[in-house]
């Protein structure tokens, strides 16, 4: 590290405490300063290169300075940088709600803007809340959701989520809501494989809607994958069944694709694959090709039309953003939307998961630690366990994933791993030989740490 780049780190670990993330870490391994980004590539002040293949936080979907997308965004820069979104709009969010309807599951019409996953996950809840309140039901103020389900940091996603390590100490300060045990096709309680089972573990949801329906507003899925977990994935089937059981009990149910949206999962959104429709849906990350900070829920006319009366009557929903709308955030969405229609991102993209699927099976499918290698789309997902056959995984306080992390840097390739999970989620448009690098690093990485 240059002596520059050492008084910079210096002066951000004075200052700056970063997200998720203790920072005592950081007097062993300081912050690397990117100086800027190029495709699916970051460089450091002193020129080094990082293989971005987590995608910075699973945003960045067509690599970094896209071209297309920064002159979209100049191009609105000159005409328009921000404006107040209530008794005012303006023509890219217009266009923009177009483009997203052509694309989005049928029924899905309108659009509520904000500027963050978890923000845009508090308007999902609040609407599903109301909606019952508004409609004569107003014994429907719960939530469900699946154990091991992540939503975001704010209070209320932090209620409807299952993961200790965000929420433990601040379960005084959250919702009481209904934790539904989710399908673990790596782990299946009745011994089924995910690719032919009937879903059995779907007998949880069953019961906690039979006990918990009439007080239920919502339930809230990552659909058909689980991130924060580990990038757990479920059958399409589990989807289905519960879009009907939502339909059967009167309860909504609230798609956060923020993660999964805009062909991560190798269609357009997750949903796509059991082809079902929410009633309300998150959308975000990727939604600007992770350029500008900026999420929407989308939802149904019905969902719509129990808010629209006269103000006097009170059904309006109270809820705004500083930045809802904001012209930039939308003309990097609209640039993200075009370049996956002309240049057939998606298309692309499944044969290249194909390829680096079968890579990653070549490479580390034999490795005595390696207990599944999962996928959906370009999303692979490496889980190491202690011993194969048990599945016993390593004890969190080792700290594994971190180590492997650790190992990977240098070599330049950038890891984030879940815990003992190592996984790769590039952009749609990386290069094969750049998955090739990112194989070759990681295995080197991984058994300098847990040998071969």
């Known amino acids: 590290m240059s002596k520059h780049a050492e008084e910079l780190a210096a002066r951000d670990f004075a200052h700056i405490w970063h997200p998720c993330c203790q920072m005592k870490d950081y007097e062993e391994l300081p912050s690397i300063i990117i100086d800027h980004g190029k495709g699916a590539y970051l460089y450091d002040v002193d020129g080094n290169a990082y293989l971005d293949i987590i995608s910075s936080w699973w945003c960045n979907l067509l690599g970094h300075c896209n071209p297309q997308i920064n002159a979209s965004i100049k191009k609105q820069l000159d005409k328009l940088e921000h404006v107040i979104f209530v008794n005012l709009s303006h023509e890219t969010a217009i266009e923009l709600v177009d483009e997203l309807l052509k694309v989005l599951p049928k029924g899905l019409t309108k659009f509520n803007f904000a500027d963050n996953g978890s923000s845009s996950v508090e308007i999902a809840l609040k609407m599903a809340f109301q909606y019952y309140y508004q409609t004569g039901k107003p014994k429907k103020q719960r939530f469900m959701c699946l154990t091991e389900g992540y939503h975001g940091e704010t209070i209320g996603a932090l209620s409807v989520g299952s993961m200790d390590l965000f929420a433990q100490i601040y379960k005084p300060m959250m919702m009481n809501n209904i934790h539904v045990e989710a399908p673990d096709c790596y782990r299946c309680p009745f011994g089924k494989k995910r690719d032919n089972c009937q879903c059995e573990c779907f007998q949880f949801a069953e019961k906690a809607f039979a006990q918990y329906a009439e007080e239920t507003a919502a339930i809230i899925v990552e659909p058909i994958l689980q991130g924060c977990a580990g990038m757990r994935i479920y059958p399409p089937l589990y989807l289905q069944k519960l879009r009907q059981l939502c339909d059967k009990y009167d309860v909504l149910l609230i798609a956060d694709e923020i993660a999964t949206g805009f062909g991560r999962t190798g269609k357009m959104f997750a949903c796509n694959h059991a082809d079902i429709t929410p009633d309300i849906m998150c959308i975000s990350k990727a939604l600007t090709g992770g350029y500008m900070p900026m999420s929407i829920v989308c939802t149904t006319e019905k969902l719509y039309n129990a808010f629209y009366d006269d103000y006097n009557k009170g059904k309006q929903f109270m809820h705004s953003h500083t930045y809802a709308g904001n012209p930039l955030g939308c003309a990097a969405a609209l640039a993200v939307l075009k370049i ?113």
């Open 340 to 452: 996956l229609r002309e240049d057939k991102i998606l298309e692309k993209a499944q044969e290249k998961a194909a390829y680096f699927h079968e890579a990653l099976e070549k490479a580390f499918g034999d490795h005595p630690n390696v207990g599944e290698i999962r996928h959906i789309g370009l999303i692979n997902a490496i889980e190491l366990v202690k011993d194969k056959q048990s599945k016993e995984p390593y004890p969190t306080d080792k700290r594994l994933g971190y180590e492997i992390y650790k190992k990977a840097l240098p070599k330049g390739l950038l890891l984030r791993p879940l815990g003992n999970v190592i996984y790769f989620n590039p952009p749609l448009n990386i290069d094969k030989a750049d998955l090739d690098r990112a194989i070759v690093i990681a295995k080197t990485a991984m058994e300098e740490v847990i040998g071969r």
